[in-house]
């Protein structure tokens, strides 16, 4: 594990261990947490009063920027709401979003980005159509990704707000339906939690499933230890004798056991999260996720190249059968020269 | 990394960290007497590596990166890397700072006023403020005026300027001295001018403004009074912090416009932009 992530991890974990920091490691461990998207998440777990001066003014304007994110997306899934009323199709809330919305611990200082939701396959033409309507519009114009996305992929093409310059992610399932499990993306809808306003938000169980493909199946486990952080808090949260069950049971129907378990394992090992027994089966693989996990520096880098080309093919093993992978990546590289 | 230097430029602490030793020896000499940083944390950090391991050595190319990140940031050769740290500095701030309102805007004080000027590049604001400098004004910064989210006044930022093409010359012609210059960039032949020394010293201390110019270098003489709503609509365009700062950035802008008179003003040539500003500033 670099230094700086071990630093950062340790902060998240246990937020009186900054205390004997001096200002290198202060350095390393504020640089690793803007890397890794976590900052604002740091600004919300440490005592700012304890801190060097320096350091509170850094957490201070990561914390402001956290609460203009958070406003930002809310009003974005406003925006959304307000375009797809008419249809009177189910619009669920995706992770950083879906967080904020709900008023999870998970959500608190969290960096959002793009808008996710989840929408029902058969209404995905009239989606677009509303969205395009209300002023969205195609990020992609290259005819291979669209139609790819189109073809092969669990969400439609991005689309970025003209106006606000937001993009928003509309996904039907959790998993492209070229991955070899396939989640029952109706279960998913059909056990949503309504917020109250026309929005929802996964269940306890599926946020967990979700997050746990967020986590192993997005790029080269990029992110990773924020998506991870977004685990220990729902899992923290969700807590309670009915809940570990009733995710043992929604991973094996969604087909996705083995992923949820190494989550829900990473996160035990990493952030400490309390885990029942007899989900602390080991893996040997694991060790080589952790590695990949802490691989921050205290400039901001990820050092092992290998193991990450390794995580970018994996998750897109989890994504497409092989003959398939090897188009896509052939056509990935020679655009990327 | 391997080469690293951190220093403070206003309120704006940076690291910068580089694969090669020459961009960071570049910038100590153009920064020396800028206080560094010493058992300080720095708020933002630049990184100058090679995009490819093998562009270490062959062919060097300097990509730049940082805490904060846009997708397209063209890497550059190795004999520009002194433009990649500047690039790089501005670049963090642009994307991070969130402890001012940050316009597009070169800046100087005279008798504890600040004049803004702001315009695209080309407009000659950096050249304008680097001769009024010269003249006796007090430098606050070529690129960014740092205004307070309290009290609205500006904060220096006295980054040496960058001087573009024809901008050289005008500058040496004045008596200044320019050195570093880059030939080849992309943005043209380079040149960096370092603040006098007062400049440097003075560079926690802020004042209020008085005056905003809209300059447009090369054009017949001409001055147009710009209301507070066409200001505002331009200023936020002239912002790279104005929507991530909300309300709060609202609010600042807001009263700038509202207490600051502003104007648009066509010059042909320095020696005309000079007296024309030095004739608007007694007036306003």
């Known amino acids: 594990m670099s230094h700086a992530a071990r630093l950062l991890v340790a902060a998240l974990r246990d937020p009186t261990s900054v ?109 677009e159509a509303a969205l395009l309507d209300a002023g969205w519009e195609w990020v992609k114009d290259d005819a291979y990704d669209d139609a790819y996305y189109r073809r092969w992929m669990h969400e439609l093409p991005p689309l970025i707000h003209r106006d606000r310059d937001r993009m928003i992610d509309v996904h039907h399932t959790i998993l492209p339906p070229t991955a070899r499990p396939t989640p029952d993306a109706a279960a998913l809808l059909a056990d949503a939690v309504p917020l109250g306003n026309g929005l929802s938000i996964l269940s306890p169980a599926d946020m967990i499933v979700h997050a746990a493909v967020h986590l192993f199946g997005d790029g080269d486990l990029a992110g990773g230890l924020r998506n991870l952080w977004d685990i220990d808090r729902l899992l923290r949260e969700y807590d309670g004798t009915d809940f570990w069950a009733a995710l043992a049971a929604r991973a094996g129907h969604h087909q996705l056991r083995r992923e949820v378990g190494r989550a829900v394992r990473l996160a035990h090992d990493l952030y400490a999260t309390p885990i029942p027994p007899n989900w602390r089966v080991r893996r040997g693989a694991d060790a080589l996720y952790r590695r990949r996990l802490v691989a921050r520096d205290g400039w901001g880098r990820q050092p092992y190249p290998f193991t990450r080309l390794g995580f970018y093919v994996r998750s897109h093993w989890l994504r497409m059968p092989p003959a398939m992978l090897a188009r896509h990546l052939w056509v990935k590289a020679r655009r990327a020269r | 990394m391997r080469h690293s230097h951190a220093l403070r430029i206003g309120p704006v602490g940076f690291r910068v960290g580089s694969t090669w030793r020459a961009p960071i020896t570049a910038l100590r000499g153009l920064y020396a007497g800028y206080p560094t940083l010493k058992a300080e944390v720095p708020d933002l950090t630049v990184r100058l590596y090679p995009e490819r391991p093998w562009r270490r050595w062959l062919r060097p190319s300097v990509a730049i990166g940082g805490d904060f990140w846009l997708p397209d940031a063209a890497p550059l050769p190795l004999a520009q890397g002194l433009l990649a740290a500047e690039m790089g500095m501005n670049l963090q701030v642009a994307l991070g700072w969130r402890r001012h309102l940050l316009l597009h805007c070169s800046a100087v004080e005279r008798d504890g006023r600040v004049l803004l000027m702001s315009g695209a590049s080309g407009s000659g604001k950096s050249t304008l403020a680097t001769l009024l400098a010269l003249a006796g004004w007090r430098f606050l910064g070529d690129e960014f005026a740092f205004v307070a989210l309290d009290d609205g006044a500006i904060h220096p930022f006295p980054r040496a300027a960058s001087l573009k093409n024809e901008a050289v010359a005008a500058v040496r012609a004045a008596g200044g001295m320019v050195g570093p210059v880059l030939a080849g960039t992309p943005k043209g032949t380079i040149g960096y001018w370092r603040p006098p020394e007062t400049a440097i010293s003075r560079m926690t201390d802020a004042a209020p403004p008085k005056l905003l110019l809209f300059p447009r270098f090369g054009e017949p003489e001409r001055v147009e009074t710009m209301a507070p709503s066409e200001t505002f609509v331009r200023l936020t365009q002239a912002s790279t912090n104005y929507v991530t700062l909300g309300q709060t950035g609202f609010s600042a802008l807001t009263r700038l416009v509202q207490t600051v008179p502003a104007l648009a003003i066509g010059y042909p040539d320095s020696a005309a932009g000079l007296a024309l500003v030095e004739r608007l500033w007694s007036a306003a």
Not at chain 1, 60 to 75: H, I, M
């Open chain 1, 19 to 127: 205390a004997t920091l001096g200002a290198d490691d202060w350095t390393a461990l504020l640089t690793a947490a803007r890397a890794e998207r976590l900052i604002g998440t740091l600004a919300h777990r440490l005592d700012t009063r304890a801190v060097p001066p320096g350091v509170a003014r850094i957490l201070a304007d990561a914390a402001e920027g956290a609460a203009q994110e958070r406003r930002a997306a809310l009003w974005e899934a406003e925006m959304a709401r307000r375009a797809l009323a008419p249809l009177g199709v189910p619009v669920v809330l995706l992770k950083g979003t879906a967080f904020v919305a709900a008023g999870l611990d998970a959500g608190q200082g969290r960096s959002i980005g793009d808008l996710d939701i989840l929408v029902p396959r058969a209404d995905l033409p009239a989606v």
